[in-house]
């Protein structure tokens, strides 16, 4: 299971492979590989997983009041949205649905109140503008199609079905109109009246 800290949950959604340090980078990368394979995550209220190689040098910054503001923030507007109660403890996979959902409100500033003052701040803004095609957590090209509800797929069902029912009727049509020439020859009168 991997540990994350509220305001990661945010920060791994535009995440394009840059950071603090190279040995920043490679953990981090090791981390959305594990993320792309569907392991789970746990929330944890201290220095977490991705901050693992710097927690060190970054004391202050990991345990600081910014820091910890940054993660209420998230965690009161990523559990409205997803409809869970993060904290300390709390365990939650990333489905594609919640990703797109945590996405689209992230590019419209509505789950970024924890951003604000952050020093990547405008890099965030620039790979959500882009459409996070870069991302190597989740990016939306590797992400499964959503499954579409049961009424959808009626509906799609009943589409294909009828789709190919009006093809038929058009190919039987041509057959008769090239077998039959009375048929043939009264159509053309029709059409074409002398
Ligand atoms: S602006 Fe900062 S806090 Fe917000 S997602 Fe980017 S890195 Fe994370």
């Keep these: 299971m991997i540990q994350l800290r509220p305001h990661h949950l945010l920060c791994l959604l535009t995440y394009v492979g840059k950071g603090y340090s190279p040995a920043f980078v490679n953990n981090y990368d090791r981390i959305a590989a594990r993320l792309n394979a569907g392991e789970k995550i746990r929330i944890t209220d201290k220095p977490d997983d991705i901050c693992a190689p710097i927690a ?7 345990h600081g009041h910014r820091v910890i503001t940054r993660d209420d923030l998230t965690a009161r507007d990523v559990g409205k949205l ?13 489905t594609p649905e919640r990703i797109s959902m945590l996405r689209a409100a992230f590019a419209t500033g509505k789950i970024r109140a924890a951003c604000k003052g952050c020093q990547w701040h405008d890099l965030c803004t620039e790979v959500a503008d882009n459409g996070y095609t870069n991302c190597r957590v989740l990016a939306p090209h590797t992400l499964p199609k959503a499954a579409k509800s049961g009424f959808a797929g009626l509906i799609d069902g009943l589409y294909g079905a009828t789709l190919w029912f009006r093809m038929g009727g058009v190919a ?3 057959i008769l109109l090239i077998t039959q020439d009375d048929l043939r020859h009264a159509l053309m009168n029709l059409m074409f009246p002398r």
């Design 56 to 62: 060190g040098d970054l004391t202050e910054h990991c």
């Design 82 to 94: 997803l409809g869970v109660d993060v904290r300390n403890g709390t365990t939650l996979k990333l």
């Design 172 to 174: 039987f049509l041509l």
